[in-house]
């Protein structure tokens, strides 16, 4: 780590292979906060008008329907605020809609029970086969690339996006942010962007088991043009409406419902948790805490002491993730040797495999071009 630059201003750092620093020394995601982000946002006050705007458009739309929006609920802080917001703040009535793929933490079920009764909202919960999950994942993990969480995502996204479809409900709330999430990590610490069957096909062919691949997938390209483009879905984003402040929402959902906040952001999948805490970081030396812990520096929630502070151990205790390393064995059906084995493979990147990865960043251009996403993709 010593052999990394620093932001002087934030913790991201050269892992970053295309991070930009400026003469005080100043990332280029600093800058880019400033420049795009702030002077956007209000995070203190919100904009009440702009979200009374966003929910008169949503009700009307929604008129003789059982549900007017959808929710994607994780248990995790942002979808947990965000579906708080939509009914007590935007007096509108959501579906929560939770897709299971078989890495919930206690905890995670247990803030979403919570909610959903502290609410009184309607839960739809849709399980992956957990067969379809582990043989996709033990395919990502022999090939070699940082992008470990593609698979839960792909599952999570295609399992909201086709149930949307399939009732007819267009618009679809997300706890996405700029509050905690301004500063998005490089697709080189295993940030891909999007569900690219093409990927997710060759990986398959190479690395699967044999069988017919019957994981459940939406493609970014459908979803994004398809669903959002052709047939109107549209995607809101609340949180950035609304004075959204980590530490002051958990207090919040901890006093309303009993929700129990977390010891950092992803720490509702145990998959993501180890993948994050212990796989990423030890395998190919990114922390994706340095995006987590910047965006709450820059948006003046955490001082930058006490992230570096942070950086200096795991999140999670060694006694602990040497457990976490056989429970993640045990349950991909394989032994810790073997599993072990897969850590000291060849790093590999999506590069090696076949992808879209060019179309899906014209995109993602094209929508910063068009001031629809101000963060950076790349």
């Not at 009307?60 to 609920?73: H, N, Q, R, S």
């Not at 002051?248 to 309303?256: S, V």
């Not at 805490?289 to 950086?311: C, E, K, P, W, Y």
């Not at 072990?340 to 090696?352: G, S």
Request: glycine share 8%.
């Amino acid at each position: 780590m010593s052999n990394k630059r620093v932001c002087t201003q934030c913790v991201m750092d050269s892992s970053d292979p295309h991070i930009i620093f400026d003469d005080n020394g100043v990332c280029d995601y600093c800058d880019n906060f400033e420049k795009n982000i702030k002077t956007n946002w209000n995070p203190s006050q919100g904009n009440p008008a702009a979200l009374e705007e966003m929910a008169d458009a949503i009700r009307v739309a929604g008129k003789g329907k059982d549900f007017d929006c959808i929710i994607g609920l994780s248990g995790g802080l942002d979808s947990s605020y965000a579906a708080y917001i939509a009914k007590e703040k935007m007096g509108l009535r959501p579906l929560l809609f939770h897709v299971d793929a078989g890495w919930n933490t206690d905890q995670a079920v247990g803030n979403i029970e919570k909610l959903v009764d502290g609410l009184g909202l309607d839960l739809y919960t849709e399980v992956v086969n957990w067969e379809s999950v582990k043989r996709m994942q033990l395919a990502f993990l022999r090939s070699g690339i940082p992008d470990q969480d593609l698979v839960q995502d792909a599952a999570f996204f295609s399992g909201l996006y086709k149930f949307a479809r399939q009732h007819n409900i267009k618009h679809i709330i997300t706890g996405s942010n700029f509050s905690t999430e301004c500063c998005r990590e490089p697709e080189e610490w295993g940030g891909y962007l999007g569900i690219d069957k093409t990927l997710f096909g060759d990986i398959w062919k190479r690395f699967g088991d044999g069988k017919p691949n019957d994981f459940p997938l939406v493609d970014i390209l459908v979803y994004k043009l398809l669903y959002q483009r052709v047939m109107g879905m549209k995607v809101h984003h609340p949180l950035n409406l609304v004075p959204f402040f980590k530490t002051d929402a958990e207090n919040e959902l901890e006093k309303l419902f009993g929700w129990k906040r977390f010891q950092h952001k992803h720490h509702e999948s145990r998959f993501t948790r180890f993948y994050e805490d212990y796989w990423l970081p030890r395998r190919f030396g990114y922390e994706k805490r340095r995006a987590h812990f910047s965006s709450l520096i820059v948006t003046g929630q955490m001082t930058r002491d006490a992230a570096l502070d942070r950086l200096l151990q795991p999140e999670m205790d060694e006694h602990f993730l040497k457990q976490e390393f056989e429970y993640v064995a045990h349950k991909l059906g394989i032994s810790v040797h073997e599993l072990q084995e897969v850590f000291d493979l060849p790093k590999k990147t999506y590069k090696d495999y076949k992808n879209k990865r060019w179309m899906i960043n014209m995109g993602a251009n094209l929508m910063r071009l068009l001031g629809m996403e101000k963060r950076f993709f790349r």
